[in-house]
């Protein structure tokens, strides 16, 4: 079985090929602003290295967000594609669920203006809902949660960085959720637009 794993929703571009449940190869770099001149060329390399064309991939798993507006839809819109093309299997995971794995952590992403998006984890099952809250907010509930480890982009924090096995937590939690019964239905994660609508009422 061929799976290939993609992140493009953040800072990183995680591109990772997958046959029978172990990792051939992989490709992670920090692409902010570059996830969508890179990742499929990276995952052409990766196919071509190993006479594999997309026809013979039978699962595809990519990141929903939150996060960037514009780098949550590359990987989106390749996997969509995907599944009009071939008979590909498409999985989603949360952006959040991807930095943490299956450890038991806080995980983070910068929203930008002084704001994080973030969700606890463990064992890959998200223990509240993922919320966009403040750098301060985020602070104490990291202190009343001592036993979580901190994961994900944590400078925003001013924590020294994490690094985060990407493409192995992506097929672990793969492995963890079910197809997309209609992949051209997929929209990326926006938690900015469900806080805003929440301020409007």
Request: glycine share 6%.
């Amino acid at each position: 079985m061929i799976s290939i794993v993609m992140d493009t929703s953040n800072k990183y571009l995680a591109v990772g090929l997958y046959r029978d449940g172990k990792c051939i190869d992989k490709i992670e770099e920090i692409g902010s602003r570059r996830q969508s001149e890179n990742a499929i060329p990276y995952l052409s390399q990766l196919l071509e290295k190993y006479d594999l064309s997309l026809r013979d991939t039978d699962e595809m798993i990519i990141t929903k967000g939150p996060g960037s507006y514009t780098g949550v839809r590359v990987a989106m819109t390749i996997a969509k594609t995907l599944a009009v093309v071939s008979m590909v299997k498409i999985k989603v995971v949360s952006s959040l669920a991807a930095y943490a794995g299956l450890d038991k952590c806080i995980s983070i992403i910068d929203a930008r203006s002084k704001k994080v998006f973030v969700c606890m984890y463990d064992q890959g099952k998200a223990l509240m809902d993922e919320e966009m809250i403040t750098i301060d907010e985020c602070k104490a509930l990291i202190e009343d949660h001592p036993d979580y480890k901190v994961v994900g982009q944590v400078e925003v924090l001013g924590l020294d960085p994490v690094n985060a096995d990407l493409c192995a937590h992506l097929y672990e939690l793969g492995q963890l959720t079910d197809h997309v019964e209609y992949p051209e239905g997929l929209q990326p994660t926006y938690i900015k637009q469900v806080e805003a609508k929440k301020i409007c009422k």
